[in-house]
Structures are given as C-alpha cells and as structure tokens.
C-alpha cells in the first residue's frame, strides 16, 4: 500500500510520462523542427469509399468500345498547427509552410492488393486546413487481379493505409503523416 507521502511522487512522475509520451508522438520537442504539426481532419468527408472497378459506359453493355475504369480521387482535409503556441512561425516567415512530396498506401484486405506510391506537390502553409485530391486507387489496379475479377461479381472490402511525406521549409525536418480509409471495390452500378 502507497503511503500519502509516496503518492504525489508517483503523479508527478505520471504526468512528466504524458507529456514526454506526447511529444515523443508528435517527433519533437518544444523548440524542434517540424514546428508544424499536420493532421488528417478528413478523408473522402468520412465516409467509405466505394470503388467501382468498371463502368460499363453510354451503352450499358459490357465488354464494349466505351468501357472505361476510373481512377478514384478523394479529397484530403489535413490540419496544420504549430506544435508550441509559444514559437512565432508565421506563413511567410521561416518555417512557415510543410512541403509534401510523396505519397504511400499500402491496401489490407484478404486479397493482395499492389500497394501505391506516387509524387505529390502540395504545399500547406502554418496554421490553415489545406485540403488535397489524392489518388487512392490507380486504373492500372483495377485492370490487374485481384480487382479485375469483380468485374463479373463479388467484392473486396480493404483498409487503405495512407501514408504522406515531406519535408519543414528552411529545415528540411522530415515531414509524415498516416491515415486510413475503408475501401469497398466491386463493380458497383454505374451512374450518369
Ligand atoms: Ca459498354
Ligand atoms: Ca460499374
């Protein structure tokens, strides 16, 4: 049993854990470069993403001159914050902007799925909500096996693994960023 006079060691010792948990967590200390946090605030407004493997075209027929696969885009809400309120970085200042350059996704599903990776060229100033479009899933893999197949029925259901990096103007401090996204291939209706 914890005497009183060992007791507010021991919390003392509990918050001094947190707070080196949390900047352990955003990859820096007080004063370190990135000064910029980046958050994902929103992926594809939430939601799953159902993706379609074929649409069929005007005709509505299959296997016809005006098939055509789509290539999924969706739009990328991320949050930037200065890690320390404390710090003056300012949009037009030094420090002020996050370059990201590159883009990784890695799919978890039953059935492998080729992962994805491709350049970026988005720059998010200090202190705004930046959104982007990013393609999450290429034509070039919904042409090949797995998704192929469900041209002709069935379904996947996958977790996209996100994976963004870049780089702090002026420090070139590594920037990365994770989130996921559900994703439901099949050979969904087509619309208009
Ligand atoms: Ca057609
Ligand atoms: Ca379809």
Redesign the pocket.
């Known amino acids: 049993m914890q005497s009183r006079l060992q007791l507010p060691t021991f919390r003392r010792f509990g918050m001094a854990a947190g707070v080196a948990a949390i900047l352990l967590l955003a990859g820096c200390s007080d004063s370190s470069a990135p000064r910029s946090v980046l958050t994902v605030t929103e992926i594809n407004n939430n939601a799953p993403l159902s993706s379609d493997v074929r649409n ?12 055509f696969v789509v290539e999924d885009q969706v739009a990328v809400e991320i949050l930037s914050e200065v890690h320390d309120p404390a710090l003056d970085v300012f949009q037009s200042g030094p420090f002020g902007h996050i370059f990201i350059t590159n883009y990784e996704i890695r799919y978890e599903s039953e059935e492998e799925i080729e992962p994805v990776s491709g350049s970026l060229a988005w720059t998010i100033p200090v202190n705004t909500t930046f959104v982007g479009s990013l393609a999450v899933v290429p034509v070039a893999r919904k042409a090949a096996p797995p998704l192929s197949v469900l041209v002709s029925g069935g379904e996947i259901i996958a977790t996209a693994h996100i994976t963004l990096r870049g780089k702090e103007k002026d420090s070139n401090a590594p920037v990365k960023i994770e989130t996921q996204l559900p994703v439901h291939f099949a050979n969904w209706v087509d619309g208009n």
């Open positions: 069929f075209g005007t005709d509505r027929t299959p296997n016809t001159t005006d098939d």
